[in-house]
């Protein structure tokens, strides 16, 4: 191998040592391997070299560092060609002159094994592409900024195959002697959560389970010190399997009792996120709810399931927490929980991934979860079959994201938000979640900044909430400012809700925000159904029809119906009949009509230069 950069950088050349020992010259000959058979132009180079602040001479003297390297390195040894370009040099290597190109083709063989079910050549590929590393990627070379993020990339790509080559020594059942190393990796890479699980993983097969227990508390321990987070929901469910697990084998595999069919896991899953402390009224629709998750007596042959759907911030995954909450004793074979990510700018979850994760926390081991989607929808089906599930699915974006998630049996039920209706999913009953009723809003602002508080400026209290319009998210934001600065009275609060310069800057502290809530369904919505919903906040309110809008609009009125009806679906959009007619009457809510305004004047209305 002549040329290695997956350590220090070293040129070799019939056993001798040739690396370049000046500075700038290693400088110029890393990068140019790590672009090889690339043109890397001059101002590059420049960047590289000297960063905002290159001398005068700078090109003159990227020349001299170029001849010095060919011919004190290439042309000696005749390892690779630079060739010069019209607008800078490129590199001319062969792959088998540089070992990165040795440590890339293994770790593609090795993955391509493992995906084939070779376990074993796997780890042997994965393993020799790893001894290719003599340790951190160029080291001993100074790196500018540009150089700084190859290494950088290099080394995440040593991480993932390491962590291809685990996985599979995992599945080879090398346990006991992974635990060594994988110590030492969460040493150097105290952050990495999938190395501590890994460790937790190994450990707990080894018959050590409650130094699996210290490595999640020490991790947990650092993430809140250095970062202010909790353990990621996959790791938090591993811990909650060795919690549930067997202590004899450390595992909860299920047992094989007939061809194919696994019995009822040892792991008894309870993953639902918290209930709300100060949870506040909505007893009609909490009563409703808990209706349908009731054990049935009929003859039914399927789950029972709800959709609870409404505007962004209304409080749809609080209600459905809560009522899992009090009905989960119905439930004692486990209750599982997937925060499915609906419109986050993160991707929605998918539901293979998803459905991993419920395999795992019903016992299935890690080795034995199929891979595709298919597979593991029958797989889930057959290790819910007969147990008393519920099934809390968390922002749903479509029918298609969730119809593997529901377990295909009578004895198992699942509460299921989103911000669409989700009517196209068979069999699912759907309930629309209104804003609060005044009444209900004044107690929640009671429990979070103490109802003494509300009751001395009462009024204020009715004008906070107004202006919140009973939207519980707004209600929490305001009422966890109010909480955080005793001294800020309600009519202060109140006047900076209805004589500010942008209303929804006030509706925004530590992890509530109501204009990121709407910023998420907005950006669904097609171009022309984000220009409708911007123009109809300019009618006065309260309602409007479909001739008025058309009138605003310039568009005919059958076009403007549909483009109402998907506002209305994206419960942007209020929709009633008038009584004894066929008129339907639209009206936004006044925190949907100011963000749309915003919009309007963000996107729209640009200042007049003099």
């Known amino acids: 191998m002549g040329f290695s950069i997956l350590g220090s950088l070293s040129v070799c050349h019939e056993g001798r040592d040739i690396t370049p020992t000046a500075p700038k010259v290693r400088q110029v000959l890393a990068f140019l391997l790590v672009r090889r058979n690339q043109i890397v132009q001059v101002s590059e180079f420049i960047d590289e070299l000297w960063g905002s602040n290159p001398p005068g001479s700078a090109m003159t003297t990227l020349q001299t560092y170029i001849y010095k390297l060919r011919r004190d390195v290439l042309e000696l040894s005749g390892l690779a060609n630079l060739h010069t370009q019209s607008c800078g040099y490129l590199l001319d290597v062969a792959d088998d002159q540089l070992d990165v190109c040795r440590f890339e083709s293994l770790s593609r063989q090795g993955r391509a094994a493992q995906e084939a079910g070779d376990t074993a050549r796997a780890s042997e590929l994965l393993s020799e592409s790893l001894s290719m590393w003599r340790g951190r990627a160029l080291s001993g070379v100074t790196a500018g900024q540009i150089l700084s993020a190859h290494v950088a990339r290099l080394e995440e790509n040593r991480l993932r195959v390491l962590g291809m080559r685990i996985e599979g020594d995992m599945l080879l059942g090398r346990y006991e002697e992974l635990v060594s190393e994988l110590k030492g990796l969460v040493r150097s890479y105290p952050l990495h959560e999938r190395f501590h699980a890994s460790l937790m993983t190994a450990l707990n097969r080894s018959g050590r389970r409650y130094e699996a227990f210290e490595v999640y508390r020490q991790l947990r321990d650092l993430l809140a010190d250095e970062l202010g987070l909790e353990p990621s929901t996959s790791v938090q469910r591993l811990y909650q399997s060795l919690l549930h697990a067997e202590p004899a084998d450390g595992a909860a595999s299920p047992v094989r009792t007939g061809p194919g069919r696994p019995t009822r896991p ?243 502290f530590a992890e509530f925000d109501v204009r990121a809530n709407y910023d998420k369904t907005y950006f669904r919505l097609a171009p022309h159904d984000r220009s409708a919903l911007r123009l109809i906040s300019l009618l006065p309110p309260p309602t409007f029809t479909v001739a008025t809008a058309a009138s605003l609009l310039g568009v005919g009125a059958d076009a403007v119906e549909d483009q109402l009806g998907r506002l209305v679906n994206y419960h942007l959009l209020e929709a009633s009949s008038d009584r004894g007619t066929d008129t339907v009457r639209y009206q936004l809510h006044r925190l949907v009509r100011l963000y749309a305004r915003e919009r309007l004047n963000r996107e729209f209305i640009r200042p007049v230069s003099a």
């Open 266 to 508: 040892a792991v008894v899953p309870a993953q639902l996120p918290a209930d709300t402390p100060d949870f506040t009224g909505r007893a009609e629709m909490l009563e409703r709810v808990r209706r349908m998750l009731a054990v049935r007596h009929d003859n039914g042959t399927t789950a029972r399931a709800v959709s609870i759907c409404g505007m962004a911030g209304v409080g749809k995954t609080t209600l459905a927490l809560h009522a899992a909450h009090v009905d989960k004793a119905q439930f004692p074979d486990g209750q599982l929980y997937a925060d499915l990510r609906g419109p986050s700018p993160r991707g929605a979850a998918t539901p293979t991934d998803v459905l991993a994760g419920f395999l795992r926390a019903l016992g299935v081991p890690e080795q034995q979860v199929p891979p595709t989607l298919e597979e593991r929808s029958s797989l889930f089906r057959t290790v819910s079959d007969g147990r008393r599930l519920l099934v809390v699915l968390d922002d749903a974006l479509s029918a298609s994201q969730i119809a593997a998630l529901i377990p295909a049996t009578p004895t198992s039920a699942v509460v299921i938000t989103s911000r669409w209706g989700l009517q196209d999913l068979p069999g699912v009953r759907v309930m629309k979640l209104d804003v609060m009723r005044p009444h209900e809003s004044l107690e929640l602002l009671g429990r979070m900044i103490g109802r003494d508080r509300v009751a001395a400026e009462r009024e204020q209290a009715e004008r906070i909430i107004h202006r919140c319009g009973n939207l519980p998210l707004a209600l929490r934001c305001v009422g966890a400012r109010l909480a955080a600065a005793p001294t800020l009275t309600l009519q202060r609060m109140a006047a900076l809700l209805e004589s500010g310069p942008a209303p929804l800057d006030q509706l925004r």
